[in-house]
């Protein structure tokens, strides 16, 4: 595992026999919190970057299950990009973090699990307003 403030990466051991891989997720054990909520995001052009947003307080765990994508991340002061090409591979996201998806392969799916349903109220879809509230956080 490697771990960073905002983010961390995750590989996950598959259970494998000649029948091929199997992976678990347990929440409060490889996934780092309770599950409230599951999507996928799957069909994206590879042309069009998808999020432009950051989460009040939401956590997540990418796992890009089939094909390949780049996330990038921003936590106001550091930026990082992420390839995500392997469903051995999760990335954790905390709260707050600046996020924007690009690059899917034609057949890549992006799982995500997060800790909270849908709350339109928890986005900040305006990156000035994600400055001035992650100063106001003091990150
Ligand atoms: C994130 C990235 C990785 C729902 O009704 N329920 C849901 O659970 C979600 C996630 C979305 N929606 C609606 C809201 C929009 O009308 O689906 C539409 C597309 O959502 P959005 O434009 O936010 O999609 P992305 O790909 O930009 O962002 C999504 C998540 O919203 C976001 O939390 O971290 O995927």
Redesign the pocket.
């Known amino acids: 595992m490697r771990s960073e403030h905002f983010y961390r990466t995750i590989e996950f051991n598959p259970i494998g026999d000649s029948r091929g891989d199997l992976i678990s997720l347990e929440a409060l054990n490889n996934v780092p919190f309770e599950i409230r909520?599951v999507?996928y995001?799957f069909n994206v052009p590879r042309s069009i970057p998808?999020?432009?947003?950051a989460?009040k307080t939401?956590r997540?765990l990418?796992v890009c299950m089939s094909g390949s994508c780049k996330v990038h991340l921003d936590n106001g002061l550091e930026k990082v990009e992420i390839t995500l090409d392997s469903p051995r591979k999760g990335l954790v996201i905390e709260s707050g973090v600046w996020?924007q998806?690009s690059d899917f392969s034609s057949d890549g799916v992006?799982m995500?699990l997060a800790d909270q349903m849908?709350d339109e109220a928890d986005y900040i879809r305006n990156y000035s307003e994600f400055l001035d509230y992650t100063r106001l956080n003091k990150r």
């Open positions: 909520r999507y995001i998808r999020g432009f947003h989460h939401l997540q990418f996020r998806m992006l995500v849908y």
